[in-house]
C-alpha cells in the first residue's frame, strides 16, 4: 500500500486566496482525520471522519476552514479566505477501525505558507 | 499551563546512551497513552501504546506510565544516529477516542 497520501506537499499563497489540501486515505480505513502542526500549539486535531461523515469538527479553528470527505477515498481541507496565521503543516491521517489497537498512520503532510 | 508538557529539548546524547523523554499532563481522565516518532519533514508514526499505568517494553524501547504522578516516560537503550527525532507524546481518555492530546514534542539528536 503506498500509505496516506496528501496533495500538495507544499503551497505557499497569498492572503485571502483559496486554499485546497487533498488526501487519499489507506484502502479500508473507516477513520480519516485532518491535524494542524505548528511551533506554537503543536499537533492539533482538526475534524475526523468515520466512514465519510464528520464526527467531530470541535478543532476547527473557525468558519474559513471546512473539510469534505466525498467518497471513502478522498477528503478535502479547504481555507477560504487563507490567512498569514494559517502557515502550518497539515496533516493527514487514517484508521482502519476506532479502536486505539488500530494504528493510525500519517501522510507526509502539505506545507502551507500565507503570505 | 497546556494539557500535556514535554521538554522541548532539543537533547543530544552519544551513541549507545540510554535516553528518557518524559511527558506530564494534567488531566486525570487520560487513559491510554502513546509515543510517536516524527523525523523532519515526515508524518508522526506510532512507536508504543500503553494502557493506564505500568510499563510495556518493544525491543530497545520500554513506554512507562505513573498516573498516580501524571507522567509518562519513553526510554530508549543503545540510541543511534537513527533515533534522531522528535517524540510526540499523545493521550486520549478512552480505547475508542479519538481526539488526541499531543505533547508539543521533544527533538533528540543521538551523534555518532
Known amino acids: 500500500d503506498a500509505g496516506v497520501i496528501q496533495s500538495p506537499r507544499h503551497e505557499v499563497t497569498e492572503m485571502g486566496q483559496e486554499v485546497t489540501l487533498r488526501c487519499k486515505p489507506i484502502s479500508g480505513h473507516d477513520y480519516l482525520f485532518w491535524y494542524r502542526q505548528t511551533m506554537m500549539r503543536g499537533l492539533e486535531l482538526l475534524i475526523y471522519?468515520?466512514?465519510?461523515?464528520?464526527?467531530?469538527d470541535s478543532g476547527m479553528p473557525e468558519d474559513r476552514f471546512s473539510a469534505k470527505m466525498p467518497n471513502a477515498s478522498f477528503s478535502t481541507l479547504k481555507i477560504q479566505p487563507s490567512e498569514p496565521r494559517d502557515s502550518a503543516v497539515y496533516f493527514c491521517?487514517?484508521?482502519?477501525?476506532?479502536?486505539?489497537?488500530?494504528?493510525?498512520?500519517f501522510g507526509p503532510g502539505t506545507r502551507l505558507l500565507v503570505l | 499551563q497546556k494539557e500535556v508538557e514535554q521538554d522541548p529539548g532539543p537533547l543530544s546524547v552519544p551513541e549507545g546512551a540510554i535516553v528518557s523523554l518524559n511527558c506530564t499532563y494534567s488531566?486525570?481522565?487520560?487513559?491510554?497513552f502513546m509515543w510517536y516518532r516524527q523525523y523532519s519533514r515526515k508524518g508522526p508514526e506510532l512507536l508504543m501504546y500503553?494502557?493506564?499505568?505500568g510499563n510495556k517494553e518493544d525491543g530497545r524501547f520500554t513506554a512507562q506510565v505513573d498516573k498516580s504522578s501524571k507522567y509518562i516516560s519513553l526510554f530508549i537503550r543503545d540510541s543511534q544516529p537513527s533515533d534522531s527525532a522528535t517524540y510526540l507524546c499523545?493521550?486520549?481518555?478512552?480505547?475508542?477516542?479519538?481526539?488526541?492530546?499531543f505533547g508539543p514534542g521533544t527533538r533528540l539528536s543521538v551523534l555518532p
Open positions: 491521517a487514517s484508521r482502519r477501525g476506532p479502536s486505539l489497537q488500530e494504528t493510525q498512520y
Open positions: 471522519f468515520n466512514n465519510n461523515v464528520p464526527i467531530d
Open positions: 488531566n486525570s481522565a487520560f487513559q491510554y
Open positions: 499523545a493521550m486520549t481518555k478512552g480505547n475508542y477516542g479519538q481526539n488526541f492530546v
Open positions: 500503553t494502557y493506564s499505568s
